[in-house]
């Protein structure tokens, strides 16, 4: 018996996964003190285990919420719900959450300057999405219109 890989298999093993990384980032909320303690050991500069913490906490917690957002997306295509402006707002809410995790690494730079490297990846990533989301919202868009046409 052949096994076909298809959309809804692809569409259940991305919602699994994005379940995954939830529970893992809640995880991860424990372990931020642990990790931070163990930079300060091995960075041979100067401390910044406060700052640092602050930084993955809020990190995380704006992650989690980006992921969950992503989570709905992902049930609202599930449900056969493409062009609707909830997915636009799923959109728009993670690229926020995207641009302020840019801007909590960027804060970071003043004490390491490796952390720009987190803060530009991430502002990209919002970029990307606001792009997708005003794609997404020119569809949605059209669709009422074409729903509105005789």
């Known amino acids: 018996m052949k096994c076909k890989w298809t959309s809804d298999n692809s569409l259940l093993l991305t919602r699994v996964l994005t379940l995954a990384v939830l529970f893992l980032a809640a995880a991860a909320l424990f372990c931020i003190p642990i990790i ?85 990846i991430a502002a990209f990533a919002g970029l990307i999405l606001r792009v997708l989301k005003n794609l997404l919202e020119q569809a949605v868009a059209m669709r009422e219109e074409n729903d509105y046409t005789i």
């Open 36 to 120: 931070t303690e163990w930079y300060d050991a091995v960075s041979e500069q100067k401390p910044i285990r406060t700052v640092l913490n602050i930084v993955l906490y809020a990190s995380d917690l704006t992650g989690m919420f980006a992921v969950w957002e992503l989570h709905r997306l992902l049930t609202n295509i599930a449900k056969q719900k493409l062009f609707v402006q909830e997915n636009v707002t799923c959109f728009r809410l993670i690229s926020w959450c995207c641009f302020a995790v840019a801007a909590i690494w960027a804060v970071l730079t003043f004490w390491r300057l490796l952390a720009l490297f987190v803060a530009l």
